[in-house]
């Protein structure tokens, strides 16, 4: 099996063969980010899809000075961002409701009706508040990067984290 | 709830969730569109400019004295002239003339040189170096100039270099800046700015060497080039080779016995280890993909070593900086 350096090489240099290897290897990860930033099944179908087209006119560029999988990563949040800016989409949420085998599909284990539930719930945020809540706090990203992504203040980022987490605390108590 | 609670709930969310359908033959078929399409506004953008670029082509080429009495076909050159297809321009010990490639370029004529015009064509701008020496440099993009000489022809790959050949057609090309393809029917060399090849007339260009290349080396690969040096100028070679000398073992790995390329590959790879994706079975099959991105990885380096010269000391290895 090819390592992800020599993939990512050959997908460099236009092999379609090595990228759609990259594509088995990172369409999870990239899915998974899409239906939460989007909130919705078909829009995160879209998303993902426009990620990987982006990707291959941008793999180039890349030059190994980050994991390739962080840098895959920035890379669908700015796409997944730039598509809502520049649509204005506000589309009605029905994420987990409308795939909740979506979930069913990733996952076993005891706390699993739990994960569902703050799923459905994250799906129902507004979106301001989500978009912070999935980049901060299911993704990793800091206020700082946020805040420079999504176009807002820092101090708007927090704001939208405190009540993202207010909203679903107060979903999974009812 | 409790801050703890949510925070385990949060964090055993997946990282990843496999799309409800396989999405790649979307991709493949919106990659697929947009390559067909990609080429249309491509191919009409070379149309026109090749259309400009016969228009605008002079059929003759301006030429300045610079020095001396240059000679254009039997006129001496006072000042400055024309050279048309077929004419030739002949310098003695004491003069030179400056050459105009059509708009591409300019050509330096040295002393105790001849150089014929040969083809003054927007896709061909072609002279004939019979001896002597030319200083050219062009800007265009890559294989519009060539010069023919008895040894092979050297192509322009978007360039500056030096061009010697003495009266029995054996010479040596110097690059300056860019690239040079020197070719003849059987023999091929690439030569790199900071490098060097030995041509010799009916054989065609020896092996590419750097600047700085070890006196031993450079005997080495002319034995094995034009003397029939065989196995012992091989050895010799690949002994004192160092990983800046890549380039001449690139070539060598495809010029030397079948029986002697796993050697000449072990210690090219040793040198400069090859990028990802060539593999030593397909290099010793001379596999043209394999050796193209070696070559891609040894120019590379080799071009980053020669602009930072005086600059940054780099890895001929690996071609980062050292710190």
Known sequence: MASPDDLVARAQAGDQKAF??????????????????????SDADERTQDVFVRLWDKVKSFRGESAFSSWLHRLAVNVVLNERRTTGRREQRVMIAED????ERNRGGSTEGLSIDLERAIGELPDGAREVFVLYDIEGYGHAEIASMVGIAEGTSKAQ??????????KLER | MNDKEFNDAVGRLPKSIEPPRDLWPDIEARLNRRRRWYWVPLAAAAVLAGVWLVRSQPVSWDVTRLSGRPVVGTTALTASG????????????????????????RVEVLPDSRVQLVAARADEHRLALARGTIDAKVDAVPRLFFVDTPAGTAIDLGCAYTLHTDSLGNGVLHVT??????QTGSRMARVPLGALAQTRAAVGPGSPYVEDA????????????????????????????????????????????????????????????????????????LDSRALEGYWTKIYRIHFR????????????RTGTTVR
């Open chain 2, 82 to 105: 024309r050279l048309r297809v077929g004419d030739s321009l002949w310098t003695d010990d004491s003069s030179r003339a400056l050459i105009a490639v059509g708009k591409i370029g």
């Open chain 2, 305 to 316: 070593r020669m602009i930072l010269k005086g600059v940054k000391e780099i890895d001929p």
């Open chain 1, 20 to 41: 759609r290897e990259l594509y088995r290897q990172h369409a999870g990860r990239v899915y998974a980010l899409c239906l939460r930033l989007t909130g919705s099944t």
């Open chain 1, 161 to 170: 984290l405190f009540r993202a987490r207010k909203l679903l605390r107060e």
């Open chain 2, 214 to 285: 070890p006196e031993p080396l450079i005997r080495a690969l002319v034995a094995f080039d034009f003397e029939k040096g065989g196995a012992r100028a091989t050895r010799t070679a690949l002994a004192v080779a160092r990983p800046q000398d890549a380039l001449s073992l690139w070539h060598l790995l495809q010029r030397v016995d079948p029986t002697l390329r796993a050697l000449v590959y072990d210690r090219l790879a040793s040198l400069v280890p090859p990028p990802p994706g060539v593999t030593r079975a397909a290099a010793l099959a």
């Open chain 1, 100 to 103: 909740p085998a979506a979930l």
């Open chain 2, 177 to 182: 800046g860019g690239e040079v393809e020197f």
